[in-house]
């Protein structure tokens, strides 16, 4: 979505005629978004297609030369070829000991703990979720899951049991270039322009939770006290 929402400018920049340019989107799945739900997949394509992408699913990969890549059985020339090929927990948790999910990511319980070391707590895209429901790999629940673990670890040094987690449920948004998103705000589902403002809004308010002062800080004494 935003490599077509940009495409006039970069085809100028670099002297190529609009015409020449040809954006195909293969997906080896039967339609996009494979992971949530159809409807979603079925707006992302027809906001893509307005976008003029050429989008084709069942096309799974099966090889790639210089010049063509071969997928769900036919041959397609191409320039440049960008390669998305999902999420895989980094390599420092392969070699971590840990139990790892088939995604390479750390398997945790109820309390985001790794069911094989429950002493070691994971959060965030390392984490796949046991009993633990919306703990997906998301910018949003990795931040909640951040405030989840901090405030368990003070709760653990203070002597009390944690409660477990909870997801924010505040719901999902893939962008699709030129303020264009679907997904779901809270139970809600939603596309279009509507959706990517309110992703762009999202996005704009992400570096503020770097850089604020937390107003209970982990290391603060006052949590190693008896209330």
Not at 71 to 99: E, H, M
Not at 129 to 139: L, S, V
């Amino acid at each position: 979505g935003e490599l077509a929402h940009r495409l006039p400018d970069l085809a100028a920049r670099h002297g190529v005629p609009l015409r020449r340019v040809r954006l195909v989107l293969l997906e080896g799945q039967e339609r996009l978004l494979p992971g949530m739900a159809a409807c979603h997949g079925r707006a992302a394509r027809r906001i893509l297609e307005r976008k003029g992408v050429e989008v084709r699913t069942g096309a799974p990969l099966e090889g790639v030369s210089e010049s063509t890549v071969t997928a769900g059985g036919d041959g397609l020339a191409y320039g440049v070829l960008a390669w998305a090929g999902g999420i895989r927990g980094p390599a420092l948790l392969t070699d971590s000991g840990l139990a790892l999910a088939n995604d390479g990511r750390v398997r945790v319980d109820g309390h985001l703990r790794s069911i094989s070391h429950p002493d070691i707590r994971v959060g965030g895209d390392c984490a796949r979720g046991e009993d633990a429901p919306g703990a997906e790999a998301t910018a949003t629940e990795a931040i909640h899951q951040g405030r989840y673990l901090a405030g368990a670890l003070r709760d653990e040094l203070a002597g009390h049991r944690p409660a477990a987690y909870r997801a924010s449920r505040l719901g999902l948004l893939v962008a699709l270039g030129d303020s264009d998103a679907v997904g779901t705000v809270g139970p809600l589902p939603m596309s279009g322009r509507a959706a990517g403002v309110i992703k762009n809004g999202a996005e704009r308010t992400y570096p503020d939770t770097l850089t604020a002062a937390h107003p209970n800080p982990l290391l603060n004494p006052d949590f190693l006290r008896p209330a």
